[in-house]
């Protein structure tokens, strides 16, 4: 099902794109918010699937692009996860209806959603993370291009999935090394279902053992997908992705 693409406007200028699907009728669940990966945005194969589902069985969802990438305008040398937190959470105020709140989000989005989930508080009913990579400021990186970085400097890593070769900037990993969660106890209460492949080769699996372990909540299931790579978008993985969400939600 196609819904239209809105842009909600920032006090700074910022266009955030976004595409919204309300509830069908009150007391049917929580709403889902998806978060992209790094350089990814909503038209990718896991968004898509989540929004049509949602779309069609009545259940609000909400999928945007940060600025920067996809729809939104603005220069991806600008992006960060502080600022984009910042448009996630203001686009769950100003859009999302439902008291309740599932938020899913892949790879880099794994990460954004403890940061927004964190926010959220009594509104925050579960996270679902695929291949999460908190923290990846810190293992993503050699000790040389952390040094590259912390000087100012861009520097870029071959991408087998179509952007090549890939740029963090100095901004965005600064930034990020704020962030970091998985060396302290994460105060998050609610149900967590991590989704990761065994076979991927960006974010090692054990980093969603390690996140498992960091979660205040005992509520928290890894499964691990024979076969999966980082994306997981296999048709068995987004079927699996979506039975998480349904059940969930």
Request: charged fraction near 20%; proline fraction near 5%; charge should be negative.
């Amino acid at each position: 099902m196609m819904i239209e693409t809105q842009f909600h406007p920032l006090p700074d200028g910022r266009q955030i794109a976004f595409r919204h699907t309300p509830p069908k009728a009150s007391g049917t669940g929580s709403a889902v918010v998806f978060l992209p990966g790094y350089m990814s945005d909503m038209a990718g194969s896991k968004a898509t699937a989540i929004f049509d589902l949602c779309a069609a069985t009545g259940r609000e969802c909400l999928l945007l692009d940060y600025s920067g990438c996809g729809e939104s305008r603005g220069d991806f040398a600008d992006g960060s996860l502080s600022r984009w937190q910042e448009e996630v959470c203001a686009l769950i105020d100003a859009h999302v209806e439902c008291d309740r709140i599932v938020v899913a989000g892949s790879s880099m989005g794994g990460w954004l959603m403890l940061l927004v989930g964190l926010q959220l508080g009594a509104r925050l009913a579960g996270l679902v993370g695929i291949a999460s990579a908190p923290d990846f400021s810190d293992w993503g990186f050699s000790a040389e291009q952390k040094a590259q970085l912390k000087s100012g400097q861009t520097i870029y890593k071959d991408n087998p999935y179509g952007y090549d070769p890939t740029p963090t900037h100095s901004l965005f990993w600064n930034d990020a090394a704020k962030h970091e969660l998985l060396d302290a106890p994460i105060a998050l209460n609610c149900p967590v279902r991590l989704l990761h492949g065994q076979v991927d080769t960006d974010v090692a699996p054990d980093t969603s053992l390690r996140l498992a372990a960091a979660l205040a909540s005992d509520d928290v299931q890894v499964t691990l997908v024979k076969g999966g790579d980082h994306r997981l978008s296999r048709d068995t993985d987004i079927a699996l992705l979506l039975r998480t969400l349904e059940i969930l939600a």
